[in-house]
């Protein structure tokens, strides 16, 4: 192994650390909503900084390295974990909104049953665990396979959305509650975009074929 | 000038032209909403793949550009020059998610006069402008100024959410177009936050002093 072969390792390290804060995060930041863990809540957001740090060491550390790759297609890969790296920072404030949405719900008596949220979190962790295991195993047929199942999540976000809009109509005294799991489901939807973010980045990586932006036009599945 | 210096050059004048077309993407979607102009909104939401190209455009750029960069000063200012892109790429996206909610609400009669929304697009777009100028002549004073206005497109966003919430607690009827209002708004907050994460990189880039991420953790002010 090269010098430089050890920096992109540690690179890519660095990067895996992020990624399974990032994780970690969300899930975390699901459980004090469903178990309406007030502490965990504020934790969770006061752990956020690191991701923030995290990102900061990325960018340094790919610098350096952007200046001494021998080849472009390492170029590709620096700047992807660059990529990468941006998007878990937003997974992480995404977090930081589940938590805050959830200290405010925790103050009211719960709406109804979760069932629909801690679905969708599983999903878009998966997702997010499925891209970086993609990016380190340089698999842009499994990142590929990622891509739809974006779709779900959408669909669980808007059908979430319509029986939240029904309660608010039905009965006014829900609307506080309904906007905020209308928030945190958003939250999700976000995250497995930027799951998806992340496996097209590792498609164009590892396939020098942009499938970036395809098929957005019609169904706008990252838009609301 | 060098062969380099022309490329990068030509790499900032591109990314000029993405900015100009987000920037004219946001305006054209308020203007739609407000005049309640369907064709205008369908025009923007066709236009958006132009943005994705460009985004694409400038990665092909970048990647070349990195190979060839003398100094280290230059690999910081092209990997920036990606990430604006990408910030760029996404207001196009929130301009998609306006004229998508500027669709909807024109089949309804309007809930109320515009007031909030054009002048949160208008600091926002205020913002995105500065910011893009301050990359350009390499103005960190200029870019540093950017990130504390911010917080008034936050606090508007805010103000009109909690007016929204009242609308549909004194009538059921309108919670359907204030939901979509409420889009609306939260699609401007985050074109501002991309103004301020712009900003952010520009005054790293021209100060090498990280400000991304400071004073996030008390107010997440890009949180909601």
Sequence with gaps: MTHFEQDLASLKETLLTMSSRADSAVARGIRALVDRDDDL???????DSILDELEKDIDAMAITLLSKAPLAKDLRLITVAMKISQNLERVGDEATTICRRALEL??????????????MAQTGLDMLRDALDA????????????????????????QLHRELASY????????????NL?????????????ATN???EVVYLFRAEDIRHLGKGQNGSSNS
Aim: without cysteine; negative net charge; proline residues 7%.
């Design 168 to 179: 608010m109509i039905e009965k006014p005294t829900t609307i506080t509650r309904a906007l």
């Design 135 to 158: 990016f380190v195993t340089g698999d842009a047929e499994k990142a590929r396979a990622i891509v739809p199942r974006d779709k779900d999540v959408d669909a669980i976000n808007k």
């Design 41 to 47: 809540a504020r934790a969770v957001i006061e752990d």
């Design 182 to 194: 209308m928030v945190v489901s958003k939250s999700l939807e976000r995250i497995a975009d930027h």
């Design 106 to 119: 925790s103050q009211e008596p719960q709406l109804k049953p979760y069932v629909d949220i801690p679905r």
């Design 198 to 200: 992340i496996a097209e």
